[in-house]
């Protein structure tokens, strides 16, 4: 499998949880870093990423994208990928009582 592929199927299956865990009445949180805050370049027709990030937003999850990371890759934050800090992602952290990577 081609490593975009790959990456593809991984964010996918991410938001994928994101969203049944949001359905599961838990509290979600996503932190994007590195190559994550490319994620909405990664969706088609098979992996429709973009629309699940939008239906974890409209269902109460948040969305949150390292500024550093998207200025290293000469992006701009948006809805979707907003700029947030690592004071942001401590926070997660520190509410949190289970913390997942992908």
């Given amino acids: ?10 964010v ?45 937003l409209d269902t109460g999850g948040k969305i949150l994208a390292c500024g550093t990371c998207l200025k290293q890759r000469h992006k701009d934050g948006n809805e979707l990928c907003p700029i947030s800090t690592m004071k942001d992602l401590h926070q997660i952290i520190k509410e949190s009582d289970k913390i997942l990577t992908f």
């Fill in 1 to 10: 499998m081609a490593l975009s592929l790959l990456r593809q199927e991984v």
């Fill in 12 to 56: 996918w299956n991410a938001f994928r949880l994101a969203n049944f865990s949001i359905g599961e009445k838990d509290s979600v949180s996503v932190f994007l870093l590195a190559k994550g805050v490319e994620y909405e370049s990664l969706t088609n027709e098979k992996y429709n990423i973009t629309e699940l990030a939008q239906k974890l």
